[in-house]
């Protein structure tokens, strides 16, 4: 098996505070990994980690195989790291088939004022029709994106990350705020993401995680304190602990 991600002792303090504490993970190529824990954890420090958000205090970055730990988060989505925001940042006033256009231009090197050649356009705007059937937004792709369901604009942004074509998949709690009649929806399409696909999810709902994850890293106060299967880390009395009284769902 291939790892496509991998982290090496990393630390990080605020001060004198360690949000990220000696983590040390190892991700195979084309895994479902889960990142869970309590609130204040340290998921999304970590995920700012890995995406190049944040500096480590120490310890390093592999994607590949290579140490990306120095590189600029823009250098990191080239080298095929793609996250998606707990917080909504699309623009509202686009609609999803020109932000998924903007997305593929961004990609190939045609961003803002660059000259793209008519052939290689109609190339793109077929791959962006495509990319929004995949992501079940064909009947929106011509709406307003701040006027579509929350839901929908949750799937958009997945499929912006889509659009750099990443190798490892970052998505933070990619149903979070969404109604729930919207959200077996998300869960699906979140679920028939391609297999050569390494993704990473941070999710506080266990029904996504369990249905979704082969591994599970669990973060309590910075540390992975248990990583393992599904089924090891459901029945782990260390999980259960963490987890009684939380609202897990
Ligand atoms: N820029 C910062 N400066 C100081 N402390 C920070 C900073 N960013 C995060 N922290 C602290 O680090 C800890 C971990 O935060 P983080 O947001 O990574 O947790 P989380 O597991 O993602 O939580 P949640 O599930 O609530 O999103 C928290 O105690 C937080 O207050």
Do not use: C
């Not at 195989?65 to 006033?93: P, W």
């Not at 609609?95 to 052939?119: M, Y």
């Not at 006027?147 to 990619?174: C, H, M, N, T, W």
């Not at 297999?195 to 591994?215: G, N, P, Q, Y």
């Amino acid at each position: 098996m291939t790892v496509a991600l991998e982290t090496r002792n990393l630390v990080k303090r605020f001060g004198g505070f360690t949000a990220t504490n000696d983590v040390s993970l190892t991700v195979e190529s084309g895994a479902r990994h889960a990142l869970i824990g309590p609130n204040g954890a340290g998921k999304t420090t970590l995920i700012n980690l890995l995406t190049g958000v944040l500096k480590p205090t120490s310890g390093q970055v592999i994607v590949d195989g290579e140490d990306i730990t120095s590189l600029s988060s823009h250098r990191r989505v080239r080298r095929g790291i793609a996250r998606t925001f707990q917080i909504n940042q699309l623009f509202s006033g686009f609609t999803p088939l020109e932000s998924v256009l903007l997305a593929i231009n961004e990609r190939d090197g045609f961003g803002r004022s660059a000259w793209r050649p008519l052939a290689a356009h109609l190339d793109a705007t077929d791959e962006a029709v495509d990319l929004l059937e995949r992501f079940g937004l064909s009947g929106v792709m011509g709406e307003k994106t701040g006027r579509i369901a929350y839901g929908k604009q949750r799937l958009l942004e997945i499929a912006l990350a889509f659009a750099s074509r990443p190798r490892v998949l970052l998505l933070d709690e990619p149903a979070a705020g969404v109604a729930e009649e919207e959200r077996s929806e998300v869960l699906a399409i979140v679920r028939s993401l391609p297999a050569e696909v390494t993704v990473v999810l941070i999710e506080h709902d266990m029904d996504l995680v369990f249905s979704f994850a082969d591994r599970i890293s669990v973060l309590v106060a910075g540390v992975v304190m248990v990583e393992g299967t599904v089924g090891e880390i459901a029945a782990d009395p260390r999980v259960k602990a963490v987890y009684l009284g939380e609202d897990a769902t």
